[in-house]
């Protein structure tokens, strides 16, 4: 049985949709048309239409976009300042002030190399395997970390917007989000 509810989704006026879209993503071209292919007819579509455009109308500067939208890794403010934080990284809340400065200090690095920020969708990463990510991934050539860290951003938009379809986006009043 599918819960995916798509009305939840097609009933929101533009400034909802926008509000709730640019959470998923910071890239506006994602976002402009997602807006522009509403109302989908069904989750599949919904879910579809976020792979095609993020696939194949986004440009690198898009993706670039969406990626510095995103908090660094290893913030453990990001878990005041962004809700799906609070859900997605709940082994770096636990972590100690070392383990999340670490992290965080990794930041630098790969944005001095790569130009934006490092994505990682962390959920039920322990600071361990990020930091394995973050080593391996910073020997990559330009292209091919484009390519990762945009599948990693995709991962994480998509996370959210599969969550939004079954009533579980953080910033809704009528969802229970973690305290």
């Not at 860290?149 to 995709?154: I, T």
Request: glycine share 2%; hydrophobic share 35%.
């Amino acid at each position: 049985m599918n819960l995916y509810d798509v009305a939840l989704i097609n009933r929101l006026d533009d400034t909802q949709f926008a509000e709730k879209f640019a959470r998923l993503s910071a890239s506006k071209t994602w976002n402009a048309e997602m807006k522009r292919r509403r109302p989908f007819a069904s989750a599949t579509a919904l879910l579809d239409a976020a792979a095609d455009v993020w696939w194949n109308r986004c440009t690198r500067e898009d993706w670039i976009e969406s990626f510095n939208g995103r908090p660094v890794i290893g913030d453990q403010e990001s878990f005041i300042k962004d809700r799906w934080c609070l859900l997605e990284d709940e082994h770096m809340i636990k972590a100690s002030k070392q383990q999340a400065d670490e992290l965080e200090r990794c930041n630098a690095p790969y944005l001095d190399k790569f130009g934006y920020v490092w994505i990682l969708l962390c959920e039920g990463l322990t600071p361990e395997q990020q930091l394995h990510n973050y080593m391996r991934r910073i020997e990559n050539d330009r292209q091919t970390e484009l390519m990762e860290n945009s599948v990693e951003d995709f991962k994480v938009t998509m996370r959210r917007l599969r969550l939004c379809l079954l009533n579980e986006d953080p910033y809704d009043s009528d969802t229970r989000a973690p305290a």
